[in-house]
């Protein structure tokens, strides 16, 4: 059993090989004679069944128009297999790009399908083996972007497998289709917890537009208390006290940086992708409250800021954290 297993695999590992070099990766690939493969449908080869049937009964009744009608049903399969091979030569596929995801949801593959301006195109299906799959037409547009799914298991570089493009186009007696390697990647994301590990990166304290609020301080002034034995003279509210005839002692804070640092080392959690999804719970946190924050990765130190330019620079160090480029 598993020898059968291990021949099909191998069949299958040069067909992949084979098609590697007959239909390389690019950006942009337009579909060629070389790249289209065509072949009849089940209802074409009955029709040839058929076609065989009426050319023996011509022959032995000798009947000129059962002659006729054998050599017109075969010039029309020949005819529709030809404008089904048409309807792929010539298109061009782009890659436009990949939308970033996270780990486990579908990574978008955006693709622009162009036409020959003197061609229209019917009927063509763009579709993954078990996967997303949409048919469109271009017919008044010379170029149409379409979008295509795709699922992800891990964090990193997405890259499309081998998109398959196919016609049944204009009676569905054929079935022309090519495969695309799209030379295009994007960015999977950690998967975020549901709820990130509190005290990573923060202090404890009130907080205020200028930052943590520090009691005790000197700098900016925060009200007035009832005086207390020891209140210095330069403290006391001389101008409450003229009003009142009672002491009051003037109260001051100091405000610290808002400025948060999610730092890989306080994370007590063992893991490197655990790890990474509280990262990312609290990226997406701090962005949502529109804090300013940093990320400490080992290896690697994102300044902090704020925004969705900072997000995905953040975003885009923890999905490629370990990651070897290719």
Known sequence: MSSG??????????????????????RATTLNQRKIFI??????????????????????????????????????????????????AGLTLTAMGVEPCFAGEKAVLEVALSRPVKQTKYA????????????????SAQTLRVKLSHSTEGR?????????VSTRYP??????????????????????????????????GG?????????????????????QHGDGPKRIH????????????KTFVDYASHDLW??????????????????CRKVLDFHQEQRQYGLKLPGKVIAPGKGEAHKARCLQALALFGVVSE
């Open 171 to 204: 009676t569905g007696l054929a079935v022309a289709w090519s495969y695309v390697y799209l030379d295009v990647q994007g960015l999977v994301y950690p998967n975020p917890v549901e709820k990130a590990f509190q005290p990573i990166g923060q202090s404890h």
């Open 262 to 279: 999610l730092d890989w080392d306080e994370l007590p959690m063992p893991g490197i992708e655990v790890r990474l999804s509280h990262l």
């Open 156 to 164: 990193g570089y997405f890259k499309p497998p081998r998109l398959q």
């Open 39 to 88: 072949v009849p449908s089940k209802t074409a080869l009955g029709l040839v069944g058929v076609i065989a049937l009426l050319f023996l009964l011509g022959i032995n009744f000798q009947n000129s128009l059962v002659y006729i009608i054998s050599f017109w049903l075969l010039a029309l399969l020949l005819l529709n297999i030809f404008y089904t091979w048409r309807n792929l």
């Open 207 to 227: 907080t205020t537009d200028d930052g943590l609020e520090i009691a005790g301080g000197t700098s900016d002034f925060s009200g007035v208390r009832d005086y």
């Open 5 to 26: 297993a291990d021949v099909a695999n191998a069949l299958q590992a040069q067909l992949d090989g084979w098609l590697r070099q007959r239909l390389p990766s690019a």
């Open 238 to 249: 001389w101008a409450k006290f003229a009003q009142t005839g009672k002491l009051y002692t």
């Open 124 to 139: 063509l299906e763009l579709a993954w083996k078990g996967e997303d799959q949409v048919q469109v037409d271009l017919i």
